[in-house]
């Protein structure tokens, strides 16, 4: 995902789909692949059941002749988009919009997707030049409750990322501290660690606020005396 034009130059290519879906499918996905300039390929999430299903999406394939391993959508970029204003974490299931982040496993981020029951949901990536193959599957999300996290990320990930958009849009901060749903899933792709992912305790919070209250009544104290 990313801010490319929304013009796209659509050209034929013949895929080979490396995961079988099947109409029974209860929950599953497949992709329709666009192509052209920026490599777009279209998740189509199938959801058959009588309930909204959380989930993520871990997707792999061969790219230019280079295979690259499956891993959670969201994962590569996620501190990107979100210092950049194109994607939130989640702090409640009840409205997650397309492109929402949440924490995995209390030690990375990515997308979490909400598919209404029975329904289907058209989940637009790119990237995927000149691809050849791909592999992808769903998995299923719980939530553990709402946490506050610090999150600490290298630079070279948004300076890749706007090596890949052909666009500089500045610098960006470090580090960030956000409130999360915890998002538990298993078998969730390739692991890489490009950040590293705390959770702060509540009394840390609380105390911090006592302390900040503190201050402020000294402030508040001295000018009266000024």
Same mark, same amino acid.
């Given at each position: ?15 080979? +789909?490396?995961?079988? =879906? ?29 309930? =909204?299903?959380?989930?993520?999406? +871990? /997707?792999? &394939? ?29 702090? =409640? ?8 982040? &949440?924490?995995?496993?209390?030690? =990375?981020?990515? !997308?979490? !997707? &909400?598919?209404?029951? /029975? ?17 992808? /599957?769903?998995?299923?999300?719980? !939530? ?7 999150? &600490? ?38 692991? !890489?660690?490009?950040?590293? +992912? ?29």
């Amino acid at each position: 995902m990313g801010k490319y034009p929304s013009f796209h130059i659509r050209q034929p290519i013949q895929i080979k +789909v490396e995961n079988e =879906t099947s109409e029974k499918c209860k929950l599953c996905v497949e992709g329709e692949y666009v192509g052209g300039q920026y490599g777009e390929m279209i998740w189509v999430m199938h959801n058959g059941t009588n309930k =909204t299903q959380y989930v993520g999406l +871990v /997707r792999g &394939a061969t790219v230019q002749g280079e295979e690259i391993p499956e891993y959670l959508f969201g994962r590569a970029f996620g501190d990107v988009y979100y210092l950049l204003g194109m994607s939130e974490f989640i702090y =409640t299931t009840t409205n997650v919009p397309l492109y929402s982040l &949440a924490v995995y496993n209390g030690n =990375t981020i990515g !997308f979490v !997707f &909400a598919i209404p029951p /029975r329904s289907v949901l058209k989940v637009p990536e790119y990237g995927f030049i000149d691809m050849t193959s791909y592999k992808a /599957r769903l998995v299923t999300v719980n !939530f553990e409750g709402l946490k506050t996290w610090g999150i &600490a990320y290298s630079p070279s990930e948004y300076l890749q990322y706007y090596a890949e958009l052909g666009q500089n849009l500045g610098i960006l901060p470090p580090g960030y501290i956000v409130q999360s749903l915890e998002a538990k899933a298993i078998d969730i792709g390739y692991s !890489f660690h490009e950040r590293i +992912v705390m959770e702060i305790p509540k009394q840390w919070i609380d105390e911090g606020m006592k302390l900040g209250s503190e201050i402020e009544n000294i402030i508040s104290k001295i000018k009266k005396l000024l």
